[in-house]
């Protein structure tokens, strides 16, 4: 990562895990999942509370809804004192620790609209599950995670072209969607585009404040069940602002109320402040580190390499797009790139390598016509073993368990004379 340390780190509620996580990356924000927690509520509430539909919907509401630390705690103490959890430890222990998991709590942070629970993690996990298994050899490991990942740029590759060659349909064609259609990729252009629609539709200047040379406005927004008037301070010099939502400071598109501002301004583009490199359709054309894939242990050493190359690609990319569909400049291109490339497999040392010899340049020697030190017996670390059932879920077992007769007391049960609890010790 070029000596970066991350920003944000997700977890589940491994104590170990937090005490290291604290210990080594000291400036950032480490935050638990909320899958994890939220999987735990059903169960540590109790069965009464879990078949509830009203304290369920009042319960997830507070969660994911609370807007603000105020409004959460708020709403927490109400629905603990309506359902009377108060004396509930774990629901206790839950609220001592919420800066740790509501989201009220850190909407300033960057979570890229996604990064509250380790499903990310999860779903990797689970891809590279398809290409290996523990019982691989360090090399065999290391060329099936690489065709791994040739299978995802592979996807990326049929996304890119998608997002450059087609157009997404226009609903309102207005001057800030088209230059939204522009900027971002599909994905990303829906969300925002939503956002526009409803800024369109259902959201109005309700009264606007200037002090100095900046621009207060309160926004009514109609989209919810509930109107809600948000707060939307705009600086007029350079169109940046900041709404009382957040959704900007966490997912990196502008929300319906900063675009209700910008399109009562008249713009009919997107100001620079508001898009994130991230989600426009040229954001992978600005390699980080080297193309062969070898991520170097000192990155700053040879951040010069680095940046020529990632100018070579940018300017790779404008012949590209200068081109376009015209196939008399695509074949005088492809005739150079050609020639250039037999020009550099002259050069010495510039011939192609082969699987065989990336190999043995990762392990640092030559491979043996005959392999006579075998692998090491796996060695089982955490999470490779039995997974732990929940208690819900032992429960839930038991219950699909088909019922047979017991000598012992005599009924219809999930245990036989063996198990029985009414069985005496001899």
Avoid at 20 to 40: P, Q
Avoid at 147 to 156: C, D, L, T, V, Y
Avoid at 280 to 293: G, S, Y
Wanted: aromatic letters at 10%.
């Amino acid at each position: 990562m070029g000596g970066h340390k991350p920003t944000l780190i997700i977890t589940d509620q491994d104590p170990s895990m937090k005490v290291a996580i604290e210990d080594i990356f000291k400036s950032f924000v480490h935050r638990f999942c909320m899958w994890h927690i939220m999987k735990k509520v059903s169960e540590k509430v109790g069965v009464s509370l879990n078949g509830n539909e009203d304290f369920n919907k009042s319960f997830k509401s507070c969660v994911w809804g609370s807007e603000t630390p105020l409004d959460f705690e708020t709403t927490w103490k109400s629905i603990m004192c309506r359902f009377e959890c108060d004396k509930n430890k774990w629901l206790s222990h839950m609220f001592d620790i919420r800066s740790m998991w509501i989201p009220a709590y850190f909407k300033e942070v960057f979570l890229a609209g996604i990064l509250r629970t380790t499903s990310r993690s999860e779903s990797e996990n689970s891809f590279y599950g398809n290409f290996l298994n523990p019982h691989v050899s360090l090399v065999e490991f290391w060329m099936r995670y690489d065709s791994a990942i040739e299978a995802q740029r592979q996807k990326e590759l049929l996304a890119d072209n998608n997002s450059l060659h087609s157009l997404p349909k226009l609903l309102l064609d207005r001057g800030l969607e088209r230059h939204g259609r522009d900027v971002y990729t599909h994905e990303n252009f829906y969300i925002f585009q939503q956002e526009l629609w409803i800024a369109c539709v259902d959201c109005a200047v309700e009264n606007k404040k200037e002090e100095d040379g900046m621009e207060t406005l309160h926004i009514i927004d109609n989209s919810e069940k509930n109107s809600k008037l948000r707060e939307v301070v705009y600086n007029p010099s350079n169109h940046n602002s900041i709404c009382s939502c957040k959704m900007f400071q966490d997912q990196g598109i502008p929300c319906r109320h900063i675009l209700c501002v910008l399109k009562g301004k008249g713009l009919n583009e997107i100001p620079d402040n508001y898009i994130v490199n991230r989600w426009t359709k040229f954001a992978n054309r600005k390699p980080l580190f080297d193309i062969a894939d070898n991520v170097s242990e000192k990155c700053s050493e040879f951040e010069n390499d680095n940046k020529l190359i990632s100018d070579l690609w940018d300017h790779f990319f404008k012949c590209v797009d200068k081109a376009r569909m015209d196939k008399e400049k695509l074949h005088f291109m492809l005739n150079e790139v050609v020639n250039i490339e037999k020009q550099l497999d002259e050069f010495e040392g510039g011939s192609k390598q082969t699987k065989d010899d990336d190999i043995q340049t990762f392990i640092g020697s030559n491979i043996p016509d005959q392999v006579e030190i075998l692998p090491p017996k796996m060695s089982k670390t955490k999470g490779s073993g039995k997974r732990i059932k929940g208690g819900k879920e032992k429960a839930i077992e038991q219950q699909q368990k088909r019922p047979r007769h017991c000598n012992t007391c005599n009924q219809y049960v999930t245990h036989d004379s063996r198990n029985c609890p009414q069985k005496t010790s001899p």
